[in-house]
């Protein structure tokens, strides 16, 4: 099914989201530029928030229709050994985490597979909350877990069809709405309060997981550019 088949409601364009996004202040953006065999994702905003890129399963310098981005080979979501392979970590810092604050994270991936986290800053146990984008049975999702409690927004169908799409989470204080290629598609009005964690920001999967309590939740797939945006 495609996007323009979706029930979206009366006002619900997505172009919106990006004029509010473009006046929010970049807090960290990782373009995905770097060539083959590079170790370190760089970011872009200025605030120096750059990744190191574990080369055991992740390949940069990825071509596809003219743009370069990362490829990470297929690994089962529980597939051994546990380990931080194929996860990009970027240390702890206060742009990473929402805060109070209008959040939003925006990026465009392409996957064949229905499972996988794809980008997270803490984990389920973490102190100070949580947020993340992760993809159980195709259907993208995002979940933001803070004092106050928490909210998931998550796309009506399976987006695993191989095809680039780009994804954009807004978590404001009473809501978290996701948007798919320019189009409203989930909202859940629910507050969540602050999220304020000393967990690194971790892309390709968690950071701390073992595959027998803690699956480390594998993603399979490509991603071309990640941004984030506070206020």
């Known amino acids: 099914m495609g996007l323009l088949a979706w029930a979206v409601p009366p006002g619900a364009a997505g ?3 990006d004029r509010d996004a ?3 202040v970049l807090a960290a953006g990782y373009e995905m530029n770097e060539p083959s065999g590079a170790t370190r994702m760089n970011d872009s905003s200025g605030h120096g928030l ?10 940069t310098g990825f071509q596809f229709g003219g743009a370069t981005g990362y490829h990470w080979t297929r ?9 931080p392979e194929r996860v990009i970590a970027v240390r702890d810092a206060a742009q990473l985490d929402p805060g109070t604050d209008v959040f939003t994270v925006a990026l465009r991936y392409r996957t064949r597979e229905n499972f996988g986290n794809i980008i997270q800053k803490g984990q389920s146990r973490s102190n100070g909350g949580q947020w993340k984008f992760q993809n159980p049975q195709g259907r993208p999702s995002c979940l933001f877990k803070g004092s ?6 998550r796309a009506p169908v399976a987006l695993s069809d191989n095809r680039w799409h780009r994804l954009e989470c ?4 009473d809501s978290v709405t996701m948007y798919v290629d320019g189009t409203r598609v989930s909202r859940r009005n629910a507050a969540t309060g602050s999220i304020d964690n000393t967990s690194p920001l971790t892309v390709g999967g968690k950071r701390n997981c073992d595959q027998i309590t803690v699956t480390c939740d594998y993603f399979s797939g490509d991603i071309d550019y990640v941004r984030i945006r506070r206020g």
């Open 50 to 59: 750059h990744g190191v890129i574990d080369q055991d399963g992740v390949d």
């Open 22 to 24: 473009q006046r929010a």
């Open 75 to 83: 690994r089962a979501p529980n597939q051994a050994p546990a380990s």
């Open 15 to 17: 172009a919106g989201v």
């Open 170 to 173: 807004v978590r404001a204080p």
């Open 148 to 153: 106050a409690g928490r909210a998931t927004a």
